[in-house]
């Protein structure tokens, strides 16, 4: 059993979670780049795949976090705190995608320049 602190983190994350696949869904350009696959243009089986892979991901992040909203009835305030930790969390997760993206392209300027 969680106290409720540990469940406010746990919903917290999970929606922030939520968040970052429906992302992953609206850009799946920017996502499969960091799974090292080569393009664009994509082939048509390789932007299936991900598609499918992606809206798998966001269905079961969706069917988790219902799963534990549903659980049990709460307080308005708990799901207040839930999503400001989501919020931070997702930020986080911007924050860190943007951070690999600009490493990689100061990389990549730095690989281009030296040659």
Same mark, same amino acid.
């Given at each position: 059993?969680?106290? %409720?602190?540990?469940?406010?983190?746990?919903?917290?994350?999970?929606?922030?979670?939520?968040?970052?696949?429906?992302?992953?869904?609206?850009?799946?350009? +920017?996502?499969?780049?960091?799974?090292?696959?080569?393009?664009?243009?994509?082939?048509?089986?390789?932007?299936?795949?991900?598609?499918? /892979? /992606?809206?798998?991901?966001?269905?079961?992040?969706?069917?988790?976090?219902? +799963?534990?909203?549903?659980?049990?009835?709460? %307080?308005?305030?708990?799901?207040?705190?839930?999503?400001?930790?989501?919020?931070?969390? /997702?930020?986080?997760?911007?924050?860190?995608?943007?951070?690999?993206?600009?490493?990689?392209?100061?990389?990549?300027?730095? /690989?281009?320049?030296?040659?």
């Amino acid at each position: 059993m969680q106290t %409720p602190n540990e469940e406010v983190m746990t919903i917290g994350f999970l929606m922030a979670g939520f968040a970052w696949t429906l992302w992953w869904n609206i850009d799946w350009r +920017r996502f499969i780049k960091f799974y090292g696959i080569s393009g664009p243009p994509y082939r048509p089986w390789i932007k299936k795949g991900f598609r499918i /892979f /992606f809206a798998l991901c966001s269905l079961g992040a969706a069917i988790d976090l219902r +799963r534990l909203l549903l659980e049990e009835t709460r %307080p308005g305030k708990f799901y207040w705190d839930a999503l400001v930790v989501a919020a931070a969390w /997702f930020i986080a997760i911007v924050l860190l995608v943007k951070s690999v993206e600009w490493i990689a392209r100061k990389r990549r300027g730095k /690989f281009t320049a030296s040659q």
